[in-house]
């Protein structure tokens, strides 16, 4: 069974498909690897088992979902879309859960540096050399 086979209905173009799989590789991959992130944050505080168990299996997902969505993206691309939503993530939960203030500079630094990755992760590439 083809594990993209739902999009047939979705999107008519190969094109179509290939940016909803790559859009949809990223945000699984940042939202698994912001789950992990949480579990670990925990279990270095909590120092109970089940949060390390938690952070294992989650991460042992992330590796499977990314294997799987390089069989339809660009690592490149799916990589740097990843970090870009993890880091907003990650930023979030640090101000909202844990309580992190940044400075206005980091926010500024932030936001520089969210806009050239989005720039790597959106312009288009060259053309690949055979």
């Known amino acids: ?3 993209t086979g739902w999009l047939e209905s979705v999107a008519s173009t190969m094109s179509w498909r290939f940016y909803l799989v790559t859009f949809g590789a990223m945000l699984m991959l940042a939202a698994l690897d912001v789950l992990g992130s949480v579990f670990a944050k925990e279990w270095v505080t909590r120092h109970h088992p089940i949060w390390f168990i938690a952070g294992l299996i989650t991460f042992g997902i992330l590796f499977a979902v990314f294997a799987a969505s390089l069989h339809l993206a660009e690592l ?3 990589a740097l ?3 870009v939503f993890l880091q907003v993530g990650l930023l979030l939960i640090d101000s ?3 309580g992190v203030t940044f400075p206005r500079g980091k926010w500024l630094a932030i936001g520089l540096i969210l806009v050239l990755q989005a720039y790597l992760v959106l312009a288009p590439n ?3 050399a055979n």
Do not use: F, P
Request: hydrophobic share 45%; no cysteine; aromatic share 14%.
């Open 126 to 128: 060259g053309d690949r």
């Open 81 to 83: 879309g990843w970090i």
């Open 76 to 78: 490149s691309i799916v």
């Open 96 to 98: 909202l859960r844990y």
């Open 1 to 3: 069974m083809n594990a």
